[in-house]
């Protein structure tokens, strides 16, 4: 049976990425690699709107992250962690490890950070080193408002460095990484840039390039000034990914054909139906409105629907889609729609997903679902043009 994958990633892959991925192996010291790492590269940075570097190391996102905090901070130094569910702990967690003196500046799950309670704590208090922030929170779908969130922090007393978790929004939501401020920020291959797994990207700007030169926290694998040599020489430090190298290079070209505009308002489009289809099957959304992210949707399970008998008769009927992490396990599902995606394979799914509802002897109006999806998606992008 054909499945229906809509997790918050890995998200199905386009047929010219798969196709590009079962290319034979290339030499990573020749000029043929040297092609594929600058134009992958380039097309990243335009992306993601800035003209300093991006790094692809192979690993996952959260290799990412922890590149991120080993390349710019020290162990002691005061870091800040804005976290409003899970992914934001696994920052704070890794700084920590590595020996930074975290504080967290917590917000409750469901809810994104409020930039102006950011301003205030950040003027109580001594000054941070760095802030780290999720731009998009996979784990309860909300979306920080990142654009007012990094002003703040630049503002703040010390001038912290302001480093973004931007794995599951990334190339699908509204991102400007020098106009907003953001020194370092971080992505992953599997997400809305439609590869498989295996590619960490990173882009670091001249902030926290210049920061890198004096932090000390222990590094080697994810040395920023080792994939900076290399770089040089069109290579990176060790055997990369290439599989997934190839992929990401498609996924990119895609996304620069589509427009960056485009992409951002195909999503959150998206994104719109699906809260519409999910209301329409008497699902309560989790984020508010105006914090909705454009690439996860998270809804309440209904009262008394245990999650894995529900998503076993889901997975049966050829959906996959995810559950909740941590304190949120059994009480939330989360539907994923980033990268290769359109409103027919989310109304597809909300179809799959009220039916399910009816099999659970809950009421639900599966057809209709999927038409409020469509009617949703149909007048905001007509809307837009
Ligand atoms: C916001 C966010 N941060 C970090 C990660 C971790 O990435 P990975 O699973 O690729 O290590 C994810 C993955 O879902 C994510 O969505």
């Known amino acids: ?9 890995p998200t199905p892959i386009p047929d010219d990425v798969r196709d590009a991925q079962a290319q034979q192996m290339i030499d990573h010291r020749g000029s043929e690699f040297a092609e594929l790492l600058r134009e992958t590269s380039a097309g990243l940075a335009e992306l993601i709107g800035t003209t300093g570097e991006v790094f692809l190391l192979t690993g996952s996102g959260s290799g990412a992250l922890e590149a991120a905090v080993v390349n710019t901070l020290s162990p002691g130094d005061r870091v800040l962690v804005v976290t409003i569910g899970s992914f934001g702990d696994r920052f704070a967690q890794i700084a920590t490890a590595f020996g930074a003196a975290v504080e967290r500046f917590e917000v409750e799950w469901g809810q994104a ?25 996979t784990s309860t779908g909300v979306a920080n408002p990142l654009r007012e969130l990094a002003e703040v922090v630049r503002a703040a007393p010390g001038e912290p460095l302001v480093v973004v978790d931007g794995i599951s929004g990334l190339g699908a939501m509204p991102f400007e990484m020098d106009a907003w401020g953001v020194d370092l920020v971080v992505s992953a291959s599997q997400k809305a840039w439609m590869a498989s797994p295996g590619i960490a990207i990173a882009a670091v700007g001249e902030r926290a390039r210049a920061a890198g030169e004096t932090a000390r926290m ?25 599989t997934v190298l190839y992929g990401l290079r498609v996924g990119i070209g895609k996304l620069r054909q589509e427009g960056r505009e485009r992409t951002w308002a195909r999503h959150a489009a998206i994104a719109r139906g699906v809260v519409a289809g999910i209301e329409h099957l008497g699902l309560r959304p989790v984020a508010p409105p105006e914090h909705r992210s454009g690439t996860v949707t998270a809804a309440w399970l ?45 109304a597809q799914a909300l179809e799959i997903m009220g039916g399910t509802l009816r099999d659970f002897d809950r009421d639900a109006d599966p057809s209709g679902a999927a038409e409020a999806a469509f009617a949703s998606f149909t007048a905001e992008t007509v809307a837009a043009r």
């Not at 049976?1 to 990633?9: A, D, F, I, K």
């Not at 889609?321 to 995606?341: E, N, P, S």
């Open 1 to 9: 049976m054909e499945q229906n994958l809509r997790t918050p990633g």
């Open 113 to 137: 950070a409020d930039p102006a309670a950011l301003r205030e704590h950040l003027a109580s208090t001594e000054p941070y080193r760095a802030v780290l922030i999720t731009h998009n929170e």
């Open 302 to 346: 209904p009262e008394g629907l245990e999650w894995a008998p529900f998503n076993a008769a889901m997975r049966e009927r050829g959906l996959v889609i995810a559950g909740g992490q941590g304190k949120w396990t059994g009480r939330i599902l989360r539907f994923g729609h980033m990268g290769d995606v359109g409103i027919e394979e989310m």
């Open 218 to 242: 222990p590094r080697f694998y994810w040395d920023f000034a080792e994939a900076r040599a290399w770089a040089g020489k069109g290579q990176t430090p060790w055997t990369p990914a290439i």
